[in-house]
């Protein structure tokens, strides 16, 4: 049975990623006052946006269905292990049926929910490099926001990220703001380790 195919779960991971980066820009990164927090959240929030970006708009890999070839023939001559009765294909090895994208995946991984699409032969690599840059965005907007928790001014009286500073003097929302970006980092942090450990 293939399984209902939505993209809720990858607008949460979108809107979760922008709103942690945009309120670091503005609430957190300001009263640090260090350039190159600044500088490695945003080049680490373009590289996870291309990865994401490629991976979700390259197929993976889809087995096709030759034209040319009779399926009844195909079903007396080549043993079941190396069909695919859903999408009458021959599969090649290490190929598997997607239930939720119901098509077969060349070199099947997993079907990712974080990018709503099968991780397959010609996808995979931009797939590594996407976890790769969750782990890395992460690690840093959780260690930032963590080390960050008992800075709540700015000790600078002319600081050049003023414009930027838009909830830097709110107390509550810089502490909501810390508190939220690294429980949300934590909880990401932990499968995406998982992924690249494996």
Not at 64 to 79: A, L
Request: charged share 15%; proline share 4%.
């Amino acid at each position: 049975m293939p399984i209902e195919r939505n993209n809720r779960v990858e607008l949460l991971f979108i809107f979760l990623f922008v709103f942690i980066w945009v309120n670091q820009i503005v609430v957190i990164e300001p009263i640090l006052d260090v350039w190159y927090f600044m500088l490695s959240t945003t080049m680490c929030m373009v590289k996870l946006a291309f990865t994401f970006t490629s991976m979700t708009y390259k197929k993976p890999g889809y087995v096709e269905q030759d034209p040319d070839v009779k399926w009844e023939e195909v079903i007396t001559k080549v043993p079941s292990k190396h069909l695919c009765f859903e999408c009458k294909v021959i599969r090649p090895p290490r190929a598997l049926h997607c239930n939720v994208c119901n098509k077969c995946v060349d070199r099947y991984e997993a079907h990712s929910f974080w990018t709503n699409t099968c991780v397959g032969r010609y996808n995979a690599g931009y797939y590594f490099a996407f976890v790769f840059y969750v782990w890395l965005n992460t690690f840093l907007l959780g260690w930032i926001s963590m080390s960050s928790i008992q800075i709540t001014a700015c000790q600078i009286d002319h600081c050049v990220y003023e414009v930027l500073c838009v909830g830097c003097n709110n107390h509550y929302w810089h502490y909501f703001v810390c508190f939220f970006d690294m429980i949300v980092c934590f909880g990401f942090m932990i499968p995406a380790s998982y992924h690249l450990w494996i």
